[in-house]
């Protein structure tokens, strides 16, 4: 009899533990694991930083160990392209390429400057160029030069590779000589000794300069109807 009158007591209690447990779980349990949850992605996410973090310092940290190397970098690309024309100094060096060649500098002229873009869609053959850096002109060169065919020669390439000035050569034209006496500050010719005229570019960047204005949009012509 004692076992009959106690079941429904331990039914009830039973449901109402199993009810006690479901609020539990809702109302406490399962918030703190869906924070615990959240708390471990943090952390990975946060730790996926802090590894990030200390790769960027490793570079920046190799990047400062070279920046003597930089600094030459710099210097050379300067001396490349540098923030004026600077004719006297490219003479020199036209005048020292002439010594190790043997070709006799004639002539040097240059022009106006134009801004990078404008000069490249003179060259035929060369397709148009957007997003070159503000400030960055070229100076339209041509030299002149005599001597026989592989001094000339020579020189043209040296031009382009034994001077610390970036020298583009966009035409070469040549004209060969007779046996002649010097004259007119030119030296004396044999037959079969050329004259080359080199035209090109030097280039100068000026980091002053102020971005150029966006053009304007070209309006659409009105339609009309007779």
Known sequence: MKTSAST????GTAA???ALLAIAWFLAISPQLDEASLAREQAVQEAD???LLEVQ????????????EFRGTLAGLQSQIPATFEQAAFNVELANVSLGTGAFVVDV??????????SLAAIPGVAAVTGAPVGLYAV???????????????????????TSRLFLAT??????????????????????????VISGYVYVLDADAAPAPAAPTAEEPAVTTS
């Open 8 to 11: 429904p007591w331990i039914i």
């Open 16 to 18: 109402i533990s199993t």
């Open 49 to 51: 930083r802090n590894d």
């Open 57 to 68: 310092i490793a570079q920046l940290k190799s990047d400062f160990e070279k920046i003597d």
């Open 109 to 118: 002229t240059s022009s106006t400057s134009t801004p990078v873009l404008a």
């Open 140 to 162: 339209p060169v041509t030299v002149t030069v005599l001597g026989n065919p592989t001094a000339t020669l020579e020189y043209v390439k040296a031009l382009q590779t034994a």
């Open 171 to 196: 035409g070469v034209s040549l004209t060969g000589q007779d046996e002649t006496g010097a004259s007119g500050g030119r030296p004396a010719t044999a037959k079969g000794d050329a004259e080359i």
